[in-house]
């Protein structure tokens, strides 16, 4: 991999957005390796924290957005925790996680079927207000193409009290959906005003 050390590199639109997004300043990171030493998910990953934070100080927008450790990514914390700098690393990795899907990024299969994963889950927050495990293997199976995953468990599942046919709502679902909301609002407004400031700069 090539690394662009040149100043239209680091002051790309993709660190902005990064940087807005997640209400981090990626300056402060010199990559020192703590978050990477620390992350449980590295054995399983062909990345780490600390590559992923320098691809997105020099703006590598492609390659940030299908790193496996970017998708991988549990959001436990340790990374952050770790930071010498208190650097939110966490939220890094999520901000560039917004932006791929600001632009529905095509991934490799690995990483797409995290996403969609990823979208069960928060999906089935949204409509009941709580994980639903049929609503989230539903979810999955069906947005991933894998429609007999599990299939066969599910009797033992059902029998055991693991799961239940039907999911339960939180009382006042309105409020966690406004929260939503309130969330995508301002993810989009930061996407388009940053896009919006550059174009205007380079009109």
Not at 132 to 146: K, Q
Not at 157 to 184: I, Y
Request: with cysteine.
């Amino acid at each position: 991999m090539r690394w662009d050390l040149s100043n239209s590199a680091v002051d790309s639109v993709f660190r902005s957005k990064v940087e807005r997004l997640s209400d981090q300043n990626l300056g402060d990171c010199y990559q020192c390796g703590k978050c990477s030493g620390g992350c449980p998910v590295v054995p399983n990953t062909q990345s780490s924290p600390s590559r992923v934070m320098r691809m997105v100080q020099l703006g590598m927008e492609e390659d940030a957005m299908v790193d496996d450790l970017v998708w991988s990514c549990a959001g436990c914390g340790t990374c952050t925790g770790r930071c010498p700098e208190g650097v939110d690393t966490a939220r890094v990795i999520d901000a560039v996680r917004a932006v791929a899907d600001a632009r529905d990024v095509s991934l490799p299969q690995q990483c797409a079927a995290v996403r969609t994963f990823y979208k069960a889950f928060l999906g089935s927050v949204r409509d009941f207000g709580r994980l639903s495990e049929v609503g989230l293997m539903g979810g999955y199976n069906i947005n991933s193409g894998r429609f007999w995953t599990n299939v066969a468990k599910a009797p033992w599942f059902l029998l055991k009290g693991k799961v239940g046919l039907s999911a339960h709502r939180v009382r006042q679902l309105d409020r966690l959906a406004r929260v939503f909301e309130r969330v995508e609002n301002i993810e989009r407004a930061i996407l388009e005003d940053i896009d919006r400031s550059r174009s205007e700069e380079e009109a």
